[in-house]
């Protein structure tokens, strides 16, 4: 029904991948400010006429900021429902099993320290503080209070997400800044492992649900992605207020208004949108249930 992925194999590979902070960012190590961080398929900052060539910029860098740090917001929530997997599973899970689970944990606790990395990288450059939507403990509950066939699918989406941000989006984009290209290089490394395994943790929890149940799973996976979307529209407020911080207000409130909506459904299409029509995560919600795939394939345009 699911993909052929096999917990021995994932375990080599994620063995044979593993990469030190250090090398991908070094301490005291510096970002170019003179070039973009982020790829403009995600960042969508080029054809803001209401900015000047620098406002872009910067613009670009706050978003670069924001992302990885609403990525290590979400490796907070990701790391406790992990390691509760594994304690559920024990009893029934082999030693590969296990061992690849909690190298999966281990990662996400290495990223959510590259990313505290890159932001004290970020704030020495930047020099101008760019608030972000939390706190990371009070997401993490809301998140986890959901069923946890909802939080497993919110969090394959997000792997797979990052996956196509990668290949799609930085892989060939030789503009952008070499450090954070190369940090986000090295996290896909590891999220490609991350993908498949969760696509197993859903297989797991999914087994046996009736069509009901599903329903039930969907329901709670769509009340995730509500509240991450009214944190994009929050986000995308204190984004404005950074760039406005440097570079002073804009003189037009119509085109505040504008360049908030536009970088609203930037940030949705980022966080959100990429994942839903992701082939891989609709692949293993049709192999659940094919009257569940059409409800999030209706919803998914709204996040474009």
């Known amino acids: 029904m699911f993909q052929e992925f096999k917990y021995p194999a994932i375990l080599a590979a994620s063995t044979r991948a593993a990469w030190q902070i250090d090398d991908v960012i070094a301490p005291g190590a510096a970002l170019d400010f003179s070039r973009p961080f982020m790829p403009e398929n995600l960042a969508r900052t080029g054809s803001l006429y209401m900015l000047s060539e620098k406002e872009r910029l910067t613009l670009n860098h706050i978003r670069a900021h924001e992302y990885l740090s609403l990525f290590g917001l979400v490796e907070e929530f990701i790391l406790p429902f992990v390691l509760d997997h594994v304690r559920d599973g024990l009893r029934d899970s082999d030693e590969v099993q296990v061992r690849a689970m909690l190298n999966f944990a281990s990662e ?11 932001s004290q990288a970020f704030d020495e450059g930047f020099g101008t503080k760019c608030e972000m939507i939390g706190p990371p403990e009070a997401v993490a509950e ?11 699918l919110f969090i394959l989406m997000i792997e797979w997400m990052t996956q196509a941000h990668y290949v799609d989006s930085v892989k060939d984009d030789n503009g952008l800044d070499p450090l954070f290209a190369n940090l986000l290089r090295n996290h896909w490394i590891e999220e490609a492992q991350h993908a498949k395994l969760d696509t197993l943790m859903v297989e797991a929890l999914a087994k046996g649900k009736t069509e009901a149940e599903l329903h039930a799973a969907i329901d709670g996976f769509l009340t995730i992605v509500g509240f991450f979307d009214t944190g994009c529209r929050q986000q995308a407020k204190f984004n404005l207020d950074a760039l406005e911080a440097v570079h002073g207000p804009k003189p037009s409130e119509a085109d505040r208004l504008e360049l908030m909506t536009r970088q609203h459904q930037a940030l949705r299409w980022t966080y959100l949108g990429s994942g839903l029509v992701h082939k891989e995560f609709r692949a293993t919600l049709g192999a659940l249930s ?11 345009p709204k996040f474009s």
């Open 142 to 152: 809301f998140v986890l209070s959901q069923e946890p066939l909802s939080v497993a």
């Open 290 to 300: 094919q009257a569940q795939l059409a409800r999030i394939d209706a919803l998914a």
């Open 108 to 118: 996400e606790a290495k990223h959510i320290q590259l990313f505290k990395r890159f």
